[in-house]
């Protein structure tokens, strides 16, 4: 990138920093407050952090939860605990991460480029969709979260790399620890930072391998001590020792999102085992590892690997994500210029920042998986923007004044125009994906599950508990929850009574395509005699009816 010999106004640069903060805060505010449903994941998150703050445990349906890392439980619970909002509960950590986030994106870049590409960058992650208003429709809430310890972890490896500092190197590994405990492939970022920490100082040869070996025990003590108690955790819980709960059953998962069947997907997910519990809490999700799984078919994962790769390219480069064309100005950035070799390590520590979405290739690909991408993505279409700028300067220059360009006043003024005009350019085409992004995100959320657990909240007792296969509900009701297993009109009877439930409620989709044995529920008119119809409500899904179990 061309140094541009201008005044470096500090305070006129922490008002930029400030505005854009304030912007990423606004835009985020009102986006939490359109209407919107909680569901998929986020319930499961919300319900975690709630009982383990009110003494019941890290569990869900009596289980101990060992898919969910505790982090955002905790951070999203603890707001629900103190307000009774759910919906707040992950929206606040969605406003303020989510404005935060432009400060390690600032750091990186402008260590990397420059404080112009760096306010461009900030900007761009303020306001782009991916960042924001997708996130409200992803189902999990804890991208603002994740995003925010790995950006602030690759901010502290470029101040390893460059300065050498003991306390950015604990700095680091203490922040991937944190991604971990946030979402589990935070741990694939810790290695893979490791890696390139340790490969940077053995590459430049630098004195004394004890010195080596002293900052990579910093790393791994920083990110031990802090996942140690969850990996004490998950030892107690299953004997064994294992950094996550969920590779096994998310193999499973990936088969059915691959093809497409959600009939498949509640089968691995929700059919009931030898003991009558639902497949996602038995023991036998741990029964096989992804070694086992690898040996058994290994054709098989490297095909599912490569049917996901081609899968991630049509969905992280969708319209609504990171559109392909936004690439030419990236190319631009890239090779406009020779690099150096602080150039070759800063552009290094981006990319690594970038590859480890890979690791989810062998599993199934959604768009969430791939936004850790996106705020690279950015900081380098920031740097092409301020290429392009520069290259519109210098024809601009070569245009009216025919002799050599000389990087003056002027020069710097016909880069700041186009600099504007290319970042206006670049707002107005995010605000028109924004729209087509809230309204895909509002006509796919199931109002009607809201307001069931609403109504509910109102006309059961504080005692109730709902089965259901959305724990949102139960949420939202402020009730008990009691997960909907896969199974025939009997064994789904005998499941609720065993587990409490008092109240059923269940939709048309899944009862007209993920469990069509069970439809004669839909005619309410008909019940069984155990059932008892006490409301419903319809949405553009279709009807949701709640039933109590009669004693």
Not at 398 to 414: E, F, H, K, L, T
Not at 502 to 524: G, K, M, N, Q
């Amino acid at each position: 990138m061309q140094a541009w010999p201008y005044h470096r106004d500090r305070r006129r640069e922490l008002l930029w920093i400030g505005a854009v903060l304030f912007l990423a805060a606004a835009l985020r505010l009102g986006l939490a407050a359109m209407p919107r449903v909680i569901r998929w994941d986020e319930p499961d998150y919300l319900w975690l952090g709630k009982n383990l703050l009110s003494g019941q445990g890290y569990q869900i349906n009596g289980v101990a939860e060992l898919h969910y890392t505790p982090l955002f439980p905790i951070l999203a619970g603890s707001v629900y605990w103190l307000t009774g909002d759910p919906e707040l509960g992950s929206a606040f950590w969605y406003v303020s991460l989510g404005a935060l986030m432009t400060l390690p994106i600032y750091g990186i870049a402008r260590r990397l480029y420059g404080p112009r590409v760096a306010l461009v960058a900030v900007l761009l992650v303020a306001i782009f969709p991916a960042l924001s208003s997708a996130i409200l429709y992803w189902g999990t809430m804890t991208e603002p979260l994740f995003l925010f310890l790995v950006y602030n972890g690759v901010w502290a490896s470029l101040v390893a790399l460059e300065s050498d500092r003991l306390w950015a190197w604990a700095l680091c590994g203490a922040l991937f620890a944190l991604a971990y405990l946030s979402r589990p492939e935070g741990l694939v970022w810790f290695i893979a930072f490791g890696l390139l920490l340790v490969g940077r100082r053995l590459l430049h040869r630098r004195p004394g391998r004890w010195r080596t070996l002293g900052r990579l025990a910093l790393y791994v003590g920083a990110f031990a001590l802090l996942a140690a108690p969850y990996a004490v955790f998950l030892w107690q819980q299953t004997d064994s020792f294992m950094l996550t709960g969920k590779l096994a059953i998310t193999h499973d998962i990936g088969r059915a999102v691959l093809e497409r069947n959600p009939v498949l997907y509640d089968q691995v997910t929700a059919s009931l085992d030898e003991q009558g519990e639902i497949l996602w809490w038995s023991p036998r999700r741990f029964q096989k590892s992804i070694l086992d799984i690898v040996r058994e078919d290994p054709q098989g994962f490297v095909e599912r690997t490569w049917r996901n790769a081609q899968q991630m390219k049509g969905q992280l480069f969708a319209s609504t994500i990171f559109p392909l064309f936004l690439f030419a100005p990236i190319l631009l950035g890239w090779f406009r210029h020779p690099w150096t070799r602080p150039r070759l390590w800063g552009e290094a520590v981006l990319w690594f920042g970038v590859l480890p979405v890979l690791s989810f290739l062998p599993f199934h690909v959604e768009v969430r998986f791939f936004a850790p991408a996106i705020p690279a993505l950015l900081i380098w279409l920031a740097a092409g923007a301020g290429e392009l700028a520069s290259w519109a300067a210098d024809t601009l220059w070569n245009w009216r004044r025919g002799r050599p360009v000389v990087v003056d006043a002027r020069w710097m003024s016909w880069h700041s125009r186009a600099l504007a005009l290319i970042c206006a350019l670049l707002v107005l085409l995010i605000g028109f994906v924004h729209v087509r992004t809230i309204r895909r995100g509002l006509q796919d959320l199931p109002f009607a599950h809201k307001e069931v657990g609403l109504w509910l909240r109102e006309h059961t007792a504080p005692d109730a508990s709902i089965m259901s296969r959305d724990l949102a509900v139960s949420l939202y009701a402020q009730r008990g929850f009691v997960a909907s297993p896969r199974a025939e009109y009997e064994q789904w009877l005998d499941y609720a009574r065993r587990k409490g439930a008092t109240h059923v409620v269940v939709d048309e989709r899944e009862l007209r395509v993920l469990r069509p044995y069970l439809a004669f529920l839909l005619d309410i008119a008909h019940p069984p005699s155990a059932l008892e119809p006490i409301s419903q409500v319809t949405d553009r899904h279709g009807v949701t009816i709640v039933y109590r179990l009669k004693d």
